[in-house]
Structure formats: C-alpha cells, structure tokens
Nanobody, 126 residues
Framework: QVHLLESGGGLAQAGGSLRLSCAAS????????LGWFRQAPGKEHEFVAA????????DYADAVKDRFTISRDTFMNTMYLQMNSLKPEDTAVYFC???????????????????WGQGTQVIVSS
C-alpha cells in the first residue's frame, strides 16, 4: 500500500509559477511510475506528466510541455511538479498517482494507475 499526499496548491496569477509536491509513504516506489493528473470542473481526469522513478525518464502532456517540469527526490520519496507560465486553463484539482509494474512504457490513462492522493486545488486567475 502506497500513501500519497499532495501539497503546494493555491492561488496564482496568470503567468506566475507554483510548485506542487507529492510525498509517498508506506512502501518503496523505486520500481514504479509516478504521475500527475488534473481534473477541471465538469471534466474527467487529464494526464499531465509522469516520471519513472528508477531512472528519471519523463513524459508530458502537450498542453503543459515547455511550461511544467516533473522531478523527484529519491531520498525524500517526493515528486514535484514545477508549473511556470500558468494559464487560467490550468485551474484544476491536481492529483498524484502511482503505477506499479508491469506497465507499458508510457502510462497516461487514469485506469493505468493504482494509487491516488487526495488532490490539491490550483486556481489561476487572469
């Protein structure tokens, strides 16, 4: 069982920056893929970014590519999402999630992830 706790959400101005954190506990995630999803009001979960814990390989949704950066601190078992050049359409509840092996090379679907945090709200004003 992996427990995930997101933090760092809040209010930001368009063009501003925000850093989200996801702390993993309960067991190792060394063999897992960790990802960020977001859910805007009235919409389904949308893939944002993912990182393979073992080697740090990353993947991004086109909507956030070149603006967001996913990273991890293996000693702290914490994943980060650095969000720059924020837009109002980035407003959503952001969730971190874990996909245990076996997994395909780039899991991007909600149903491919087994464990989820509670989410943290991000609101971007114009």
């Amino acid at each position: 069982q992996v427990h995930l706790l997101e933090s760092g959400g809040g209010l930001a101005q368009a063009g501003g920056s925000l850093r989200l954190s996801c702390a993993a506990s309960g067991r190792t995630v060394a063999r897992s893929v960790l990802g960020w999803f977001r859910q805007a009001p009235g919409k389904e979960h949308e893939f944002v970014a993912a990182i393979t814990w073992s080697h740090g390989g990353t993947d991004y949704a086109d909507a956030v590519k070149d603006r967001f950066t996913i990273s991890r601190d293996t000693f702290m078992n914490t994943m980060y999402l650095q969000m720059n050049s924020l837009k109002p359409e980035d407003t959503a509840v952001y969730f971190c999630a874990v996909r245990d092996p076996p997994y395909r090379i780039s899991p991007k679907e909600k149903d491919e992830y087994e464990y989820w945090g509670q989410g943290t709200q991000v609101i971007v004003s114009s």
